[in-house]
T-cell receptor, first 113, second 111 residues
Framework: EPEVTQTPSHQVTQMGQEVILRCVPISNHLYFYWYRQILGQKVEFLVSFYNNEISEKSEIFDDQFSVERPDGSNFTLKIRSTKLEDSAMYFC???????????FGSGTQLSVL | AQRVTQPEKLLSVFKGAPVELKCNYSYSGSPELFWYVQYSRQRLQLLLRHISRESIKGFTADLNKGETSFHLKKPFAQEEDSAMYYCALSAGGTSYGKLTFGQGTILTVHP
């Protein structure tokens, strides 16, 4: 079965640095998402993306966050100036249509020191 | 605002015993409910959704709007069912992919 691919699997960065988390959604999927899970907490929705624009975002997704689909295959999440509280597992997901099941990647563990 | 509550963080049963993972939700509209599962060292994957009314790997879940619940049940648990289970809610429509997750229940099935 096709899979959503995320790189890197682990990312360590210093507070204040920019990070880019990368995702390759399943090729015929049209809807893309980022979720995150802080250790010991719930999986939280960050943003959804369709037709090259953000369709919905949560309160967490402030000006420090941005998403991009720079080419036909990648979907990226950028955090401009990381904070300690950004440390979390970040999951990318995609779906073929807005009412279908979500396919999740295996996640990127981000550690901000 | 929508909320999903899974009251049990941990659930242990013996192989062959029935298992029920509880999920309650709070949402003023008509939600779509899902169960996602994460096996050890694997990614989060959809187990089932209420609109399909299907049984996957022997699991079923019925949406009870009166009790605002979507409990996951299996009559005879297997060791391979050991995993983290997440109940999730979608408001539907254009917000379909925006899932609100519960905190998850770790199910352990002992031999």
């Amino acid at each position: 079965e096709p899979e959503v691919t995320q790189t890197p699997s682990h990312q360590v960065t210093q507070m204040g640095q920019e990070v880019i988390l990368r995702c390759v959604p399943i090729s015929n999927h049209l809807y893309f998402y980022w979720y995150r899970q802080i250790l010991g907490q719930k999986v939280e929705f960050l943003v959804s993306f369709y037709n090259n624009e953000i369709s919905e975002k949560s309160e967490i997704f402030d000006d420090q966050f941005s998403v991009e689909r720079p080419d036909g295959s990648n979907f990226t999440l950028k955090i401009r100036s990381t904070k300690l509280e950004d440390s979390a597992m970040y999951f990318c997901a995609s779906s073929v249509e807005g009412v279908g099941k979500l396919f999740f990647g295996s996640g990127t563990q981000l550690s901000v020191l | 605002a929508q909320r999903v509550t899974q009251p049990e963080k941990l659930l242990s049963v013996f192989k062959g015993a029935p298992v029920e993972l509880k999920c309650n939700y709070s949402y003023s509209g008509s939600p779509e409910l899902f169960w996602y599962v994460q096996y050890s060292r694997q990614r989060l994957q959809l187990l089932l959704r209420h609109i399909s009314r299907e049984s996957i790997k022997g699991f079923t879940a019925d949406l009870n709007k009166g009790e605002t619940s979507f409990h996951l049940k299996k009559p005879f648990a297997q060791e391979e069912d050991s995993a983290m289970y997440y109940c999730a809610l979608s408001a539907g429509g254009t917000s379909y992919g925006k899932l609100t997750f519960g905190q998850g229940t770790i199910l352990t099935v002992h031999p």
